[in-house]
């Protein structure tokens, strides 16, 4: 229940999407607002649709290191997830953001030393919480 929360929690800030976007002047840009809003939306849908299976997959992988490639597709469609979400974005900022965190992401599926060095609960805790967010945090800028 604890990593539950954990994880909902490190991605509570796709899930509110309504951030205002100010152009340079100050007013809010209603075209660019809507396509940042949009792709949040759809981003956020992503996080909830594969946030629970990765969480999972990690606390199997502690338990049982023969989980290994299940872990690691987890991570790798999350990825995969989070790229399409934002790849079709009219915001030019949101694709590059998205582009950044699923590549930082599905280079981290293949990275043996990084799965490794989860070992305990508390590590996974970690990974879903603040290692999760800092790989996300291109696009939080943009959603937030």
């Given amino acids: ?40 939306e759809v981003l956020g849908r992503a996080y909830e649709k594969n946030m629970g299976p990765f969480a999972e997959s990690l606390t199997a992988y502690v338990a049982d290191r023969k989980a290994l490639p299940a ?11 989070v790229k399409e979400a934002t790849a079709t974005s009219a915001d ?3 694709v590059q953001a998205g582009q950044k965190s699923a590549e930082t992401m599905q280079a981290r599926s293949a990275d043996a030393a990084f799965f490794a060095a989860i ?22 800028k943009r959603c937030s």
Avoid: H, I, Y
């Fill in 1 to 40: 229940m604890r990593r539950a929360l954990l994880a909902l929690s490190a991605g509570a800030f796709l899930l509110n999407a309504c951030g205002v976007l100010d152009t340079p002047t100050g007013a809010p840009a209603p075209t660019a607002l809507a396509a940042v809003k949009t792709t949040c």
């Fill in 71 to 81: 872990a690691q597709k987890s991570l790798a469609t999350f990825a995969t997830a």
């Fill in 92 to 94: 030019a900022e949101l």
């Fill in 119 to 140: 070992k305990t609960p508390a590590d996974v805790d970690k990974t879903v919480g603040p290692t999760l967010t800092e790989w996300l945090s291109p696009v939080q």
